[in-house]
């Protein structure tokens, strides 16, 4: 069964520290990998896809077939990452299966 | 932009809702989210040009229609108290660009 894990329900820095929110999956096939995030009050809304190797307010993500993680990092945090991050892989085109989400809180 | 009506809904248990999304101009394929409360979205089904080509672990009175002028509806029948969650919608043209989600209907079943 297709499964993605997010072992952190809240994450909490200080601004300005590094942040790495973990996402592991258990997949059949090789899937497209999306992290989503939803911002107080806003709906959600697309951070970035691997297939792009983007970067996107400063966050990265990088995949890891043979642990098959894709964790998402950001070198320094700011207030304004404060949100709920969920990663999301897509076997099957637009049929996402998210994880169970990380609330990042960045302190002042 | 994805717009979805009504917000909030209360209905009783084994009443029928039909919850609607209109989705981004263009986009062909739209799907339907479950969120339940503190947890994240779980795919229902998932629309292309106004055939259903997949489904999540979701019963059959779960349903749903998509329309030639994006809009789309989620129609569930018998509700039970466990379909308390909120309902999303998203659409997209290319899988591989991400999905557009609407801000939810919250359904409430007493």
């Known amino acids: 069964a297709q499964r993605v894990t997010q072992p952190e329900k809240l994450l909490s820095v200080f601004k300005g520290a590094p942040v790495e929110l973990k996402c592991n999956y258990s997949?059949?096939?090789?899937?497209?990998l999306f992290w989503y995030v939803q911002y107080s009050r806003q709906r959600l809304q697309l951070l970035l896809r691997?297939?792009s190797r983007e970067s996107i307010k400063g966050f990265t993500a990088d995949l890891n077939k043979g642990e098959t993680s894709f964790h998402l990092k950001k070198p320094f945090a700011q207030e304004e990452d404060s949100a709920m991050y969920y990663c999301a892989p897509d076997n099957a085109g637009n049929m996402l299966t998210f994880g169970g989400g990380t609330r990042l809180m960045v302190k002042p | 932009g994805v717009t979805q009506s009504p917000t909030h809904l209360i209905k009783t248990r084994g009443q029928q809702v039909t919850l609607r999304c209109s989705s981004q101009?263009?986009?062909?394929?739209v799907s339907w989210y479950q969120q339940a409360l503190g947890q994240g979205p779980q795919f229902i089904f998932q629309y292309y040009r106004e055939e259903e080509n997949g489904r999540g672990n979701f019963p059959p009175r779960f349903s749903g229609l998509q329309f030639p002028n994006d809009s789309s509806e989620l129609n569930v029948n018998a509700l039970e108290l466990d379909d308390s969650a909120l309902y999303l919608c998203?659409?997209?043209?290319?899988?591989?660009?991400?999905?557009?989600f609407g801000p939810g209907t919250r359904l409430t079943v007493l």
């Open positions: 691997h297939i």
């Open positions: 998203a659409s997209s043209l290319d899988p591989q660009r991400g999905q557009f």
């Open positions: 997949y059949s096939g090789s899937p497209e």
């Open positions: 101009s263009g986009h062909n394929t």
